[in-house]
DNA sequence: CGTCCGTTTGATCTGTGTCAATCGCTGTGG
DNA sequence: CCACAGCGATTGACACAGATCAAACGGACG
């Protein structure tokens, strides 16, 4: 095998001081689901808006700053949220360093779709971000009241498989520029349902977030992105802003 | 990249007999829930036993033959499915051949957890299968009478995202042996919960469909089962049966 | 007995990981 | 204001794991 641990984190020195160098989480009273942006996105949608007393009479809320955790991998699952603003990471790690980021989670995207009762994921808040928290109890006992919120929550679990199964497919069968180019397309169409402008897409994560995300090297994903632009599919400067200037070619070489 | 298409089901001639050279499905009636073997596995377990009659009625049985293709990827979603006997793999192939199997599907397992209105995969039989059929509208129905019947699909929904996000680990960062080793213990898993003996594993499926499922190529697969049994973590005379030697260091190397 | 197919094993090739250097931007201190 | 340190991104040279090519083996079936 290849692929070892370089530029990682290291292999998690469980000290005490766990949340690293970044800000630390911090709670906060919930604001009301009546300005909130995140509401049409989310399954909160399933709960009629002369309700929504009944939410926010549970919810919380958290600031998390860019690079802040919000749970780690292990810890007991207690709450579950729904992403209100901003941009996070679900990462695992590997005793020995090897990091896997299992995706982005973006505004409007609920946290809680697991069975295990503890974290499989340490969730990284990659720019400053905004949630929603339910606690999962008050979460259960919305359901059983409102039988469309499980509705909405069985619907958003399925469209979140639909996405991991696609992401299968980049990891197990498509060269590095492929996933890249299917990984932007994806991204770009996440952007666009939330009000972004088509044919273009933020990059708020770092190259090895990429990289740890679709199974490659900063360096392989860097070379990608510099093919990709070569060949006219995208264009940028900012390293963090794309614009995809050929689409269907970006689709038809993702095998989409 | 690397990766092409050799071995592989030629591109899908999209001509007309499409259900190439196996068997075809044939429909049947229900034979009813009450001795059925996957009920206490399945989401039908949801519906008190006094009530099966509910589910009898509107559900079908298919007899699929191994080889024999359930749904093509594509088709219109009409109907959901249970799994009563056999394994299916779970199939996507890219215009130039290039093949995923997504994952195995086996006796209680739910076919029907997506967003999409089409297939995103085709289904075909890897043994001989059985399979529960529900008309989609039947199931939304039964799912409002019967609420818990929605629990237990967003429970059976969350640990098959468990499960994939699994993968994605596998796929992403672990080498060949790492991600065979992987694969044995979770499929060891799966077969345990089943009645199976622990410590042994059935493979039905041939090496090309673990190929394609883990993201590599036959020669690799053989080549790590050979030295997974070196190293005396497995052994086996009968390339379909697997004995797990050595769990926690099966486990270990796919990082559990 | 011979063909077929799946599996295993061996030899070679190549894409991508690894190692290393440079570039560019940001923020800090003199 | 400029010099410098630090970090992320990019580019280049090289090595090796795993894909490709090739051949042999073994059981199933006619």
Redesign the pocket.
């Known amino acids: 095998?290849?692929?070892?641990?370089?530029?990682r984190t290291s292999p998690d020195t469980a000290g005490p001081a766990r949340h690293s160098a970044a800000g630390t989480p911090k709670r906060a009273a919930h604001s009301g689901c009546a300005g909130c942006l995140a509401r049409p996105l989310a399954v909160c949608a399933s709960i009629p808006a002369t309700e929504t007393q009944a939410l926010e009479a549970v919810a919380g809320e958290v600031l998390l700053p860019a690079g802040a955790t919000l749970a780690h991998e292990g810890d007991a699952r207690r709450e579950v949220y729904t992403v209100t603003r901003g941009m996070l990471r679900r990462v695992r790690l590997l005793p020995d360093g090897r990091r896997l980021v299992a995706g982005f989670l973006m505004v409007g995207d609920f946290i809680g779709f697991s069975g295990a009762p503890h974290y499989r994921h340490t969730l990284e808040a990659v720019t400053d971000c905004v949630l929603c928290v339910f606690p999962m109890q008050s979460m259960r006992s919305l359901c059983q009241r409102y039988p469309d919120l499980e509705s909405g929550l069985l619907a958003q679990a399925c469209s979140e498989l639909d996405a991991t199964r696609g992401s299968l497919m980049l990891l197990a069968r498509l060269?590095?520029?492929e996933r890249l180019a299917g990984f932007l397309v994806e991204l770009a169409e996440r952007q666009r349902r939330r009000g972004a402008p088509a044919g273009q897409v933020d990059?708020p994560?770092?190259?090895?977030?990429?990289?740890d995300h679709l199974?490659?090297?900063?360096?392989?994903?860097?070379?990608?992105?510099?093919k990709l632009?070569q060949s006219g599919a995208v264009a940028?400067?900012d390293?963090?802003r794309i614009d995809l200037v050929d689409v269907p070619a970006l689709r038809a070489s993702a095998g989409l």
Request: hydrophobic letters at 35%; aromatic letters at 6%; charged letters at 20%.
């Open positions: 095998m290849h692929i070892k641990a370089r530029t060269g590095p520029s990059l994560m770092t190259r090895a977030d990429i990289a199974g490659l090297t900063i360096e392989t994903v860097s070379r990608s992105f510099t632009r940028f400067t390293p963090h």
